[in-house]
């Protein structure tokens, strides 16, 4: 159980978190919670950097597309691309194989496409974006959790937050859908903050964040970030604050975020029109059509909990007690949270497909609710023992111990470290490719078209070099009318044996033994 397979530095990342976790739970019961805060922000900082740093190489899915496109993006910021330039003609247009790259909307892209050129092309650049952002998650969740309820709602958020596993094999990589999500949940909690801020002093500069907020998650994932909308309008509605104030802070709300996010809306449909409308109707095509194979049951949002919360999952039954709790602050916006939440759980289990992290933007929502109930709880227990001191030390150590756990070393070291298969043969075969196509990027400087690559290896081959690849062999004609413009080279033990026109062929480079 206590033993590391990760390098001595992630050991010491780990211990320094955890002490940093402890000292952050004691300050928080001790009442100093802008101490208690500062020091979960930095534990939280500890582990997101360690999980930037966990592995040397991309991951496939989806990490390694992303990385491609963020780099291209650097030379040409309003036009992503996965692949720079196509040698030969491809058949049926499809995202892993596209020139101009709108599978994704582009504002974690740009995070990124920043990232490089500050520190470089390199893994740890590609997902510290997604560190910091998380970072600022923690005083975005405490700030919210005091306002629905008190700092010590806000305290407890901010430890699941602080301690949550799922979030660092995002920001590694190793889980899909990484980086966007990330920052998808982000701008949507950043948005949830201003509702709330909203709700205590309604004002415009509240509304505008909200507004800026929403259409900046509309920029990195679609429309389900509009659920905060939903929040705001239902939170209105319950409370009976429509008035013509409230109205205009509600359109400015709403004309902030379209103002975001159409102009790109826009200026992709007038310069890539046909890429645009195909990527519109395969976003469409989620809820009615499986893709990708992506099939699960109706109920496979509530079997996924445990993989999105870990421990947490477990105390997600108090949700709705934290929701409904009669005493306390903010009933009405408690009721809200609790709607959007069921919401978001309910249309995406209608959907026909259904990935892993679609709910998971709603983390910040699930995680004030369980803790306005652990609070009340801790209230009665307070009052029912008389304020006894063992009620107070017991609280902190679960608190402290349910965190640690749920940070998940194990887990952690499952997939960043050559401890068990299928994980450490994927971390083998990575770093392999990392090596050779490092090689390849330092003998061949000019761009050049490398034919009869393995399965997506074309995506590790355009990061680290200037050179694009497939995974077929070209035909007669596609040779020659490649060769006019650009060197070619060809694996001999790819995907397929090779013809004896590239054999024989004077002006192809073969690459023996590349694999």
Request: glycine residues 6%.
């Amino acid at each position: 159980m206590f033993q590391s397979y990760f390098e001595l530095h992630f050991v010491w990342a780990f211990i320094v978190a955890s002490l940093l976790l402890l000292t952050g739970v004691a300050f928080g019961f001790k009442k100093s919670f802008g101490i208690a805060t500062l020091l979960l922000a930095l534990s939280a900082l500890v582990l997101a950097i360690a999980a930037a740093a966990f592995d040397p190489y991309l991951h496939l899915w989806d990490e390694a597309f992303h990385a491609v496109v963020a780099k291209n993006l650097m030379a040409h910021p309003l036009k992503p691309t996965l692949y720079e330039f196509h040698a030969i003609k491809l058949g049926t247009p499809s995202w892993v194989g596209d020139h101009v790259w709108l599978h994704k909307q582009p504002l974690f892209l740009w995070q990124i496409a920043a990232s490089f050129s500050l520190f470089g092309v390199n893994e740890f650049a590609l997902r510290l974006p997604s560190a910091l952002l998380y970072v600022l998650l923690i005083p975005i969740v405490y700030r919210t959790g005091y306002l629905l309820h008190s700092k010590h709602v806000g305290f407890v958020a901010a430890v699941f937050m602080t301690t949550l596993s799922y979030s660092y094999q995002l920001i590694s990589g190793a889980f899909m859908i990484d980086h966007n999500d990330v920052s998808f949940l982000f701008y949507v909690s950043l948005g949830i903050w201003a509702m709330l801020e909203y709700v205590r002093k309604p004002s415009w500069k509240w509304a505008v964040l909200m507004g800026a907020a929403v259409g900046c998650a509309v920029l990195v994932k679609w429309l389900s970030a509009f659920i905060v909308f939903f929040g705001w309008v239902l939170w209105v509605v319950l409370s009976k604050k429509i008035s013509r104030s409230t109205f205009l802070h509600g359109l400015a709300a709403l004309g902030i975020c379209l103002l975001v996010f159409i102009p790109w809306q826009l200026f992709a449909y007038v310069n890539y029109t046909d890429v645009f409308l195909r990527e519109m109707a395969l976003n469409s095509n989620h809820f009615w059509d499986v893709i990708e194979g992506h099939e699960e049951p109706w109920y496979y949002y509530v079997k996924n909990l445990y993989n999105l919360y870990g421990l947490v999952a477990v105390l997600l039954i108090l949700v709705p007690f934290g929701a409904f709790w009669k005493s306390g602050h903010n009933r009405e916006v408690r009721f809200v949270l609790f709607a959007m939440i069921a919401g978001v759980f309910l249309f995406f289990s209608l959907a026909a497909t259904k990935m892993p992290s679609f709910t998971f933007m709603i983390s910040v929502p699930i995680f004030l609710l369980v803790s306005v109930a652990l609070v009340e709880i801790y209230g009665v227990a307070q009052v029912r023992f008389s304020q006894s001191g063992w009620v107070k030390t017991g609280a902190c150590l679960c608190l402290f111990l349910v965190g640690l756990i749920n940070i998940n070393f194990e887990n952690l070291q499952r997939y960043h470290t050559t401890w068990k298969k299928p994980q450490s043969e994927w971390r083998t075969s990575d770093l392999y490719k990392k090596a050779i196509f490092s090689g390849f990027a330092e003998n061949h400087k000019a761009p050049t078209v490398l034919f009869n690559l393995k399965d997506f290896d074309s995506v590790y081959l355009m990061f680290y070099s200037r050179s694009i690849g497939y995974n077929f062999i070209p035909s007669i004609e596609d040779l020659e009318n490649t060769l006019k413009n650009y060197p070619v080279v060809v694996i001999e033990n790819g995907t397929h044996p090779l013809p004896d026109y590239i054999l024989n062929h004077p002006e192809v480079e073969i690459l023996k033994n590349f694999y």
